[in-house]
């Protein structure tokens, strides 16, 4: 009950890891686990979809809908009739 | 002040190649942002060292929310290393990058098209002396954290771009006479903004809005009370409508304002947030909207009476 983050877009291939660790180096929410012969999906509800993992590895053994979980953000965009969600000052401070 | 964003453009660095001590052609090379609250954190955890930091240009922007953009990202970074000649100040072939820069820093393409090889360094600029030692960071270095102290850095940020609607909207109240209603408008601002991140980790459940229901239904208790039995010389409808009204309009600013504040959060992912603005905007916006008309006719009623 009342929890949104229970499940997220992240995806993971185990068949593809060939076990270089980056995932779990760059995951800032311990979500990757570096034990085992292929990286493990430890904690998959603590994603916050930032795609460093995916970024980051090598093999596409990795997939996720990144972007910025910014509710203001978000419903500015939806106001406004955008696609693209950008965070805070984009336009006003470049 | 820099964290208000008040002349944010003042507190932008000069994208480039700056040295602290007395570099050599070996000595290390850390990436920052020209974010003068991200340059200053890494300027102070290398005090001592002789290395360069190599700062992009991140619109003045902080390391993640620059990674998240691409602006603190692999195409700037490959930039950067050409246009200040990085190949000729060192001999090495070696960045460290913080790790929360990895959401817009691709390694490998950066080795592939720099012949630089990116490594993550921990989270926290801090933790870099202790990191620097073995260049391993352990698991408390790569994880991100939202500590109270965090959060409550956070509080002027949120206050600052809610400030002027709640003093208008207190105002107003208090020239049609209704001081209760102006300290209700001013409480409900206070629940979201300030006690709601103060005790976010302790309010339960998950989703930030019912979190912020909750919370702010434990701030209208009182006013809803004192509409109850305190207005004595009114009806009974009044008095219950004045109490309904504090219920739905206290819990739906602190909600939104608690909805809102998953923004600056550093865990809710892209997928809840959007999740929970489907399930709790419309109600939300229902409560707030009924709560407001609710007001409006009750303080309009007492006008009436009084011509």
Not at chain 1, 32 to 51: I, R, S, T, Y
Not at chain 2, 179 to 187: G, K, L, P, S
Not at chain 2, 279 to 294: D, Q, S, V
Request: net charge positive; hydrophobic share 45%.
């Amino acid at each position: 009950m009342f929890n949104s983050y229970l499940s997220n877009t992240l995806e993971y291939y185990p068949e593809l890891c060939i076990n270089c660790g980056m995932c779990s180096t760059v995951c800032p929410h311990g979500v990757f686990g570096p034990d085992g012969k292929v990286a493990q999906l430890v904690n998959p509800k603590a994603c916050m979809e930032c795609g460093a993992c995916q970024l980051n590895c090598p093999t596409k053994a990795i997939k996720v809908e990144s972007g910025v979980g910014c509710a203001s953000a978000m419903m500015l965009a939806a106001v406004k009739g955008q696609k693209e969600v950008t965070c805070g000052c984009d336009g006003s401070c470049s | 002040m820099a964290r208000l964003g008040v002349k944010r453009e003042r507190h932008l660095i000069e994208p480039g190649l700056y040295t602290m001590g007395k570099p050599t052609k070996e000595s290390p090379v850390f990436v920052s942002a020209n974010y003068t609250l991200s340059f200053d954190a890494l300027r102070s955890a290398l005090h001592g060292n002789d290395c360069y930091i190599l700062v992009l240009d991140t619109k003045g922007i902080n390391v993640w929310c620059a990674a998240g953009k691409k602006t603190f990202g692999t195409n700037e970074l490959v930039y950067r290393i050409e246009v200040v000649g990085l190949n000729d100040v060192v001999n090495h072939r070696t960045l460290i990058v913080p790790q929360l820069g990895a959401t817009g820093v691709d390694a490998r393409e950066v080795r592939a098209r720099s012949g630089f090889k990116v490594e993550f360094g921990p989270v926290r600029a801090a933790d870099l002396p202790e990191y620097l030692k073995t260049h391993q960071a352990t698991r408390e270095m790569r994880r991100v954290r939202f500590t109270l102290s965090d959060r409550i850095v956070l509080i002027p940020v949120e206050m600052k771009n809610f400030l002027i609607p709640v003093l208008i909207a207190s105002v107003i109240l208090a020239l049609v006479g209704n001081y209760t209603a102006a300290a209700a408008a001013m409480a409900a601002a206070f629940t979201g903004l300030v006690l709601f991140p103060i005790f976010l980790q302790w309010i339960p459940t998950t989703d930030f809005s019912i979190k912020g229901f909750l919370i702010g239904g434990v701030t209208a208790i009182p006013f809803a009370q004192n509409a109850f039995y305190g207005m004595t010389n009114e009806t009974m409808w009044v008095r219950y409508g004045w109490a309904l009204a504090y219920m739905l309009v206290i819990p739906s600013i602190s909600a939104f304002l608690a909805l809102n504040f998953t923004g600056s959060s550093t865990f809710t992912s892209v997928t809840g947030v959007k999740r929970e603005i489907f399930l709790y905007m419309p109600k939300i916006a229902w409560m707030f909207g009924i709560g407001i008309i609710l007001i409006i006719v009750l303080i309009a009623m007492k006008l009436l009476e009084g011509i």
